[in-house]
């Protein structure tokens, strides 16, 4: 008897030890029969598959026995009690744990040990892994695996450990701390897995490892050479940080120098820019004033030519009579070879010496 007829049983026997049934007359007892007959037919004769189940029909007697390949999905179904079975397989996902901490496990999920493997250098570790899998097939399950949890006892359970061991025992000891060559090894296993239960109506979609131990003085050993390694690389990352900061600090020198010669060279090429700044202006003033000097020599030289000339008496004459205009009264002799004739030119120009003997 499966469970909804059981737990329609149970409920009968709560409601007739709970209630004293009145007396009626003869028709409400038929009735009463009746109901009772229905309820009856209903646990015995009527199956319900709820909406995450399957449902596959047995017919042990009949034209068509045996195992039937229709699939029911939700609702209510009639059969034969004795002739027909309706079994109901699991259709959502399913989640087989093995793990030594059931606590850590998911509550409606399947149960078993951790997985116990060796790895490829010879140590022994306890991997806690959770398979997710799901019924594809139910007919295929229930034909090749049976009913019940069957898929789980005789499909899942007597593989995944011995796969397990297969791909996980690849790995090293340390390599379990190598999460991606973990993850690979773990879908190398769901492929076996799939390769040897998809024939028989089983997915598994994903297998995934949680948590894994080594006894506690392996452990030790690793997590002190994980320590020691991480020691050294602290070492050679300290040590290449000290060639990094001495190849800056001497770059960093190298650019001051650079730099320092840069100015030198600036400050020398405007020393020299300047001087010849200087040179330059000292030569066009020195070409100046040579001009100048050439200018003002042609100028004197000029000047005395005139002076030389027809004009220059005459010249001197109005000098000199601009001198005499400063004087009120000048008693000259006037006769004998040495008189001051102011009228007569030539005779001035001889008596101040600027002309000799009355020459022009």
Same mark, same amino acid.
């Given at each position: ?22 007396? /009626? ?20 004769? =009527? ?10 029909? =047995? #017919? ?17 179904? /009639? ?6 079975? *309706? ?37 022994? #570790? ?49 390599? /379990? ?5 973990? #993850? ?48 050294? /690389? ?8 000290? *060639? ?71 010249? #001197? ?31 001035? =120009? ?11």
């Amino acid at each position: 008897m499966d469970e909804p007829q059981k737990a329609l049983s149970v409920r009968l026997e709560k409601f007739r030890s709970s209630y004293t049934l009145p007396k /009626f007359p003869f028709k409400g007892k038929v009735v009463i029969a009746i109901l009772a007959v229905i309820i009856i037919l209903y646990g015995l004769c =009527l199956v319900y598959v709820a909406p995450d189940e399957f449902g596959i029909k =047995l #017919v042990r007697l009949g034209t068509h026995r045996g195992v039937q390949k229709e699939v029911y999905g939700p609702g209510l179904y /009639f059969i034969v009690p004795g002739m027909h079975e *309706m079994h109901r397989l699991p259709k959502g996902v399913q989640v087989l744990e093995l793990t030594n901490t059931p606590q850590t496990a998911a509550l409606s999920s399947r149960r078993e040990k951790a997985a116990h493997i060796q790895t490829s250098d010879g140590f022994f #570790v306890n991997v806690d892994v959770s398979i997710i899998y799901r019924i594809s097939d139910p007919y295929l399950v229930f034909t090749m695996i049976g009913p019940g949890t069957l898929f789980e006892d005789n499909g899942i359970i007597p593989k995944a450990e011995p796969v397990l061991k297969v791909t996980l025992g690849e790995l090293t000891t340390e390599e /379990f701390y190598n999460s991606p060559r973990r #993850v690979k090894k773990a879908d190398a296993a769901k492929e076996i897995l799939n390769r040897e239960l998809n024939p028989k109506g089983i997915n598994i979609e994903q297998v995934m490892v949680r948590y894994f131990i080594y006894s506690s003085e392996i452990q030790k050993n690793i997590e002190e050479k994980k320590l020691k390694d991480q020691l050294v /690389f602290k070492n050679q990352a300290e040590a290449r940080a000290s *060639m990094e900061e001495a190849i800056l600090k001497k770059i960093v020198q190298e650019g001051e120098a650079i730099v320092g010669v840069k100015m030198e060279e600036g400050q020398a090429y405007v020393t020299k820019k300047r001087a010849e700044r200087d040179l330059y202006a000292r030569k066009k003033k020195a070409e100046a004033d040579l001009m100048v000097r050439l200018a003002e020599a042609e100028r004197v030289k000029l000047k005395n030519e005139a002076m030389e000339g027809e004009g220059a008496e005459r010249m #001197v004459g109005l000098k000199m009579a601009d001198v005499y205009k400063g004087l009120q009264t000048v008693i000259l002799p006037s006769d004998g070879p040495n008189g001051v004739n102011p009228l007569n030119l030539g005779k001035t =120009l001889n008596l101040f010496d600027i002309r000799k003997g009355g020459q022009p």
